[in-house]
């Protein structure tokens, strides 16, 4: 009963195929008219575009089965999307995909305090856990920037990072079992109630960021963790990016293992402090360095005497131990929302995430410099400076024609010299259909081959995510095909 | 407690082992990875059958055959390949022993945070293909957590990375994780890098010495110990009879260590000190004296470099359960009958969940208890596989307990990497 | 070496890509700069209600922008399918909060509801009825409080009582009949009270004259509010002036689409107060609405600049306080509260801590935070009345995070009001529902109360 409320009429006629997922979810548990759909043509990754046959939200394992056998039967392409703030475009629909949104999946099934683990559902939100449990003094681990909103089956996906994994590891070094639906519509689960090592292959860490192309997750068993006693953050400002780079190797190597160990340059400074959260950092510093310690606290304070230490003789313009969690959060919040700032000062970015070996970050940084001069666009800098995980920003604007691809060139010019020093294209993002292409640059066909055989094991039909992850001779005229029907590079 | 001679050499390598099969009818010993590929594409293209071994203690552990065509000894492929202090990282050949990798990483005060039996002995090739851990993965985690990139030698004699040389990397599958644990049956690893970390400045183990009786409260107190703010690196429980061996103490003992600096080290002892229950006794040892006993613990187990004379039966099983089901574990051996004949010593880690029961006695009564350690994890969702037992009881007795509903994936893995099953067949996991 | 993918989309692009037209053909057009600095990040997913409710994408602020740059790009035009998302939104601004880059999509929802509303007008008797509010009656102060006189007329002659006792509200749709038994006691508004006062004279010494806006529905439904407001003003040494000619803040029009109404409120709001230095406002939605005029006038440069000068005036009256200074009251409240942030304050204004210091400086007052205290509780203007079935939704969602114990919900906002009352209501809770400057006021008329016994007995 309602005065207002519009009652849409169904304007798309359903074909058979929407009828009966429909009757698997429910009706309204189904989009499938234009307008609804042109909400899931991209994840965070916005230069592809494309179209969904429909999108579907199961409400629990068995309905995530019974889409997936449909969709097996019936040779409709598929694919899982959590929150959809991937930034690789692993959900992006390139082949038309029902997706599968795993959005109503969003509980915290079970917490064991005792075995320190938690189960929850895929779509459940990556910080509502820590939320969930830290009146306990527990809190999980991995927080990727984006926690705030994406989902833990989205990082099993992806195997995300995030700031604090220098210490703590990443995605996979926190997943204790798994159910998984696979792609043809079987449900298995993998070292249930999270016991450790269970015999065979170790399919869990093999499915731990696979980006959706071997199964989709329906339940996460998870480890907890105790929050450490204590925890301590240092700000330090540099005149130069060198020396900021070799107070990070100097921290390391005095034998600190920091929870977190980041940095920004200059134009990232710049970004941040035009979004919403500044902190007030001088406009003329050239990098900052955020370090976190934490523990018990009896140990923590003479690591901070060294880390200051270590920045004073590298030349730091001013360095500060936060005093408050208040104002710890706020150089926090400064940080993670960094990508999204970006926006505050172009119109359109386009975010690398290459790793190099800590030692070589002088020499890579100075390369992107390079690149960016090249290219005539700017670059921004933010990023895990304690593993080696850079995060270039190329910035652009899309609406200026060119810009778009020169972007995409620099980004792979980054990915390039990461290569060259022995490091890798993605440390935390994932391939996706970004950096397919660029898979080429570590890996060798055999290589290549080795993997997308393993793919062919679990999804022999090829209909779950397909034309993810491998770059394959076919697949560039898929792309051509792609980019002429959808991206409207503007 | 001594610390078990120990032959310095795996130089001495016998080519047959009659107790625990695993052997070859030839031996190959290669100094190179392109041997290494050459001797596997031609017994692929041959069709003969290889087993992998290096510092040989893992010959009881899984496998029907006494010999294959060819044992492929990788005891000569040794040596740190790379390593740059500032990365902290390594990359090193599997023949490489533990305790060498270590000493030549302790030089730089760092290390690899594994801690598996036998470090003398066991190469770090092994111990990946095996997945071996010890007490203090409470802390650090298994070779999982700490392997970031392999060179393997598919049987079809190509080379393939996985993984590379920096610490985070999400590029591609995590191919990683395939071949830890996978017992040589996927590809001969070839080349292992590995995260490392800093040497811990100040160790101690408490050990807290527990009446049977009052198990129940130690139970609580472990709770306690988590939830409080101490960051212990392990929390090892061992049975009375082990305890009885180590400490001439029979009752149950728990190792609590703690990896840190000075002064976090010698605040969580304290903490301990003044927490501990009444009725249990507390003992600490610092610094060397620490590493002193783990040094020892790690010899604990047989292996089949050690177990090589007649009479008694031994076995070790590997358990996996949810941590605190570890002391469910230790509890089986009250429910056994006609045991007089065995030994049954047990550790396992509150931390982590995997506990080791070291069998020794008449075999029938080795059999039963394997058996009845088995039904007792199963019944916990847990397994029990059993990683050191002589070939002739591994026909037997089936070592790694039921297959998963999910076994076909394991097959066709098996298929895509080996198709002629030229590596270690039979040695793992439902006959693959 | 395979192509990079710059190179294949260089290829596969067309030599001169046209872009397509726009499909905002009208008026008005929702702004592009708005949208450039979407970038698709998510970060506002987890802090809109409806995506929460939902879990579809259409209805989350990015999704939300998403379709309305893709009307401009031609790709999807002015429709109802359009409409439903875009109508669905509840205007709560947490998004903007939550946003990294700042993109203002209450901005640019508005916008795209005033075309909505001209490609399609509303027709029949939901067309009549959204007239009958936004036109007829909340922008004519007599017609609004001949109707308060009316409802006041209800309430005391015995027939509201009358009405709930037959059951009469049974035959209501059942949300109207939820807000029936909710309905605050109306008094007389302050606009008729103080009508031949030229201001309300500070006590004591004048430190400052500020104008104030009654507003349409808080001076008739919540009348003793804006007294408080004029209490607590004047005990802090302001002369306080009730402009006659000022009219609805027309924040209700801007949320429905009808753009056009929303100038005219305007412009009638901006003379009215165009000699004053400062205009302090209690409903936080009226205020917002005030500080985003120069929005409604970005393609009249004249009238966006007195806009702009206009807006810079508009300051919520805990702000006010709590920038000017206030006396701490002496007096004891002696309740357990908590404090709900009402969206057009802390997203909207970003007026977050002064409430919560003024309740904090309440002697007596014994303050708990609420969890999620700035989601929105599902009000939203006349949402509760549109969207009937999702503003319960993110009503019940509210209500669980309202802790057991607390005897007041305090804020600053009187639609909040009304719909947290009918949440303490549904949910059978006793918390009283009261206006920050309520409390604050009540503990000054203790003071006062103590200061005449004690010099009375002296």
Partial sequence: MSLFKSRRKKKTRRDVHIEQMAAIVGPDEILFEKEDLLSYDCDGFTVHKAMPKAVVFPKNTEEVAALVKYCAAHDLPFLARGAGTGLSGGAIPLNGEVIISLGKMKNLLHVDFENRQAVVQPGFVNLKLTNSISSKGYYYAPDPSSQYVCTIGGNVAENAGGAHCLKYGVTTNHILGLEVVLPNGEVIEISEDGIPDSPGYDLMGLLTGSEGTLGIVTKITVRILKNPEGKQTVLAYFDNVEDGSRAVSGIISAGIVPAALEMMDKTAIEGVEAGTFPVGHPKDIEALLLIEVDGIAAGIDEQIEQILEVCKSRNVREVKVAESEEERGKWWANRKTGFGAMGAISPDYLVQDGVIPRSRLPEVLQRITEISEESGLRIANIFHAGDGNLHPLILFDSRIPGETEKALEAGTACLKACADVGGSITGEHGVGIEKKEEMRFIFTDEELDAQTRIREVFNPEDLLNKGKLFPTPSRCMDIKTIVKDTVAVK | ?432 | MAKSLAAQLEEAAPPCAEASPSNYLLKDHPDENKWADCVHCGMCLESCPTYLETGKEQHSPRGRVHLIKSVAEGQISVNEQFADPVFQCLDCRACTTACPADVDVGGLIEEARGQVRQALPLKGWKGAVSGFFLKGLFPHPNRMQTVGSFLKLYQKSGLQSAVRKTGALKIMPPHLADMEAIMPEIKQPVQKKFKDYKFVPAEGQTKARVAMLTGCIMDVMFSDINESTINVLTHNGNDVEIPKKQTCCGALHVHAGDRDMGRKLAKQNIEAFEDDEKVVVNAAGCGCALKEYPELFKDDPVWKEKAEVFSEKVQDISKYLYDTGYEKPKSEINKKITYHDACHLAHGQGVRHEPRQLLNDIPGVEYTEMANSDTCCGSAGIYNITNPEMAGAVLDRKMEHVPEEVEMISMGNPGCMLQMAMGVQKHGRRSEIVHTVQLLDWAYQKDKKAMESTTGKG
């Fill in chain 2, 1 to 432: 407690m001594e610390i078990k001679d120990i032959p310095q050499s795996t130089a001495s390598l016998v080519l047959k082992d009659e107790k625990f099969g695993n052997s070859g009818a030839e031996l190959a010993e290669p100094t190179s990875e392109e041997e290494i590929a050459n001797v596997l594409r031609k017994a692929n293209e041959e069709g003969k059958k290889v087993a992998v071994v290096s510092g040989g203690t893992k010959r009881g552990y899984g496998g029907l055959k006494d010999d294959y065509d060819i044992l492929l000894s990788l005891s000569q492929y040794k040596g740190i390949i790379e390593h740059t202090a500032g990365d902290m990282t390594v990359t090193v050949r599997p023949g490489t022993t533990i305790k060498e990798l270590q000493e030549f990483l302790s030089d730089f005060g760092q290390m690899v945070s594994l801690d598996p039996a036998w470090p003398e002995q066991a190469t770090i090739g092994g111990v990946i293909a095996a997945n071996e851990s010890g007490p203090k993965r409470m802390k650090y985690g298994s070779a999982r957590d700490q392997v970031i990139g392999l060179r393997v030698a598919y049987p079809a004699g190509t080379i393939i990375r996985t993984g590379g040389k920096v610490v985070k990397n999400v590029a591609g599958y995590d191919m990683n994780k395939l071949f830890i644990g996978a017992m040589g049956t996927l590809g001969v690893i070839t080349e292992i890098t590995m995260k490392l970390r800093p040497v811990p400045k100040a160790e101690s183990l408490v050990k807290l010495f527990v009446p049977k009786e009052q198990v129940q409260v130690l139970k609580e107190f472990i709770v306690n110990i988590q939830d409080s703010m101490v960051e212990p690196a392990s929390l090892e429980m061992i049975n009375p009879a082990l305890s009885k061996k180590l400490f001439n103490r029979e009752v149950y003992t728990l190792l609590v260590a703690f990896e840190d600096v000075e002064n976090s080290v010698r605040y969580q002892e304290q903490w301990m000190e003044e927490h501990v229950p009444a009725g249990m006794s507390v003992d600490v040892s610092q610094g060397d004296k620490a590493k002193e006993f783990w040094r020892a613990f790690a010899t604990l187990a047989p292996n089949s470099l050690t177990d090589q004379e007649s009479g008694s039966t031994k076995a070790v099983l590997k358990i996996g359960t949810k941590n605190m089901d570890v002391l469910t574990m230790m509890a089986v051996e009250e429910t056994m009958t006609d045991i007089d004949q065995l030994e049954i010593e047990i550790h396992g880690g509150l931390g982590h969940g995997i506990t080791t029961v070291i069998l020794t006695g008449e075999e029938s009564q080795v059999k039963q208890a394997i058996h009845q350690f088995r039904a007792e994890a199963e019944s916990k969702k847990g397994y029990a596989v059993v990683k050191h037992l002589p070939v002739k009881l591994r026909k037997e007795i089936d070592v790694w307990g039921k297959k998963p509903s999910y076994f076909f994936l394991f097959e066709g893995i098996k298929k895509t990497n080996d198709p002629n099953n030229t590596l270690n067949y039979q040695r793992f996991l439902g006959g693959i």
